[in-house]
């Protein structure tokens, strides 16, 4: 695997790359990372850069400061603004979600302080989020007037529909360990090892093979609209497709072998 380490830093975000691992830090913190439209096309142009680089094992996307993201800049929203203009602001972060889920590639939320409004959608919608003890999430926009609809179908996906509801009628956070208990998060940890905890789960993602698990994420998610049947048909396909390629040759004869398997990532 290539070892070459790049970082950028751009007017809203800093972007590196090192051992397969592409990291999108949102560094803003004057703005609480708001995502305005201009941090907004800087995250997306960096998730979407060489997926078709097979170095490229996970995207993580974490952020300076107290305040992971406040949501949208709401001076991108007020009355004065066409809605045409106000249509771009939400239709560009969910075109942020669909790449990260098209992404061949697991993306990772790393999670260190507060999540609010539009920050709650961009963190539900990764594949697995990791954050500190010290996080929180709160959808609070209802107290000015604006019902989270969008942050909403993020959230209603992976937790309860009541808590998700109580969240966004009350604006009242939940801390860390409920969004855990909530579903929303995969792990939390304390704030000291949340760095280390990343490392864990990227060292365990880039021992497996780069094609398998992007044949399986793609699945995943296309399975999540079938009903149950045609989920199990399509999910016997999409194994025996799976039992085709390269790396899962490798992997069963490895297996038999009882030998570390040696992934061409094909």
């Known amino acids: 695997m290539s070892t070459t380490t ?24 004057k703005t609480r990372n708001a995502l305005s439209l201009g941090m907004m096309n800087e995250i997306l142009n960096a998730l979407k850069q060489t997926w078709e680089d097979t170095n490229l094992r996970c ?30 602001v939400f239709e560009k972060l969910t075109e942020i979600i669909y790449n990260i889920r098209k992404a061949p590639v697991p993306v990772l939320a790393k999670v260190n302080g507060v999540v609010a409004a539009g920050g709650v959608q961009l963190v539900a919608s990764c594949d697995i989020i990791v954050c500190s003890e010290k996080s929180s999430f709160i959808t609070p926009s209802a107290n ?27 604006g009242h956070p939940i801390s860390a360990r409920e969004a855990y208990v909530q579903g ?46 045609e989920a199990y048909k399509q999910g016997a396909k999409k194994m025996t497709e799976n039992l085709k390629l390269n790396d899962s040759k490798e992997g069963l004869r490895s297996f038999m072998e009882k030998r570390k398997p040696v992934w061409s990532h094909l």
């Open 59 to 88: 995207i993580i996307i974490s952020s300076t400061g107290p305040i992971w993201s406040s949501g949208h800049d709401l001076k991108e929203l007020v009355p004065e603004r066409s809605e045409e203009q106000q249509r771009a």
């Open 144 to 170: 000015f007037g604006v019902f989270a609809s969008t942050p909403a179908v993020a959230m209603t996906r992976v937790m309860s529909h009541s808590k998700c509801l109580d969240m966004l009628m009350t």
């Open 6 to 29: 790049s970082a950028t830093t751009r007017q809203f975000c800093q972007i590196s790359e090192a051992n397969g691992v592409r990291e999108i830090c949102l560094n803003e913190p």
């Open 184 to 229: 929303m998060v995969s792990r939390v940890v304390p704030n000291e090892e949340l760095d280390a905890e990343i490392v864990k789960i990227v060292d365990a993602i880039k021992h497996k093979s780069r094609s398998v698990l992007a044949l399986g994420k793609e699945f995943f998610y296309q399975q999540l609209e079938l009903t149950l049947d």
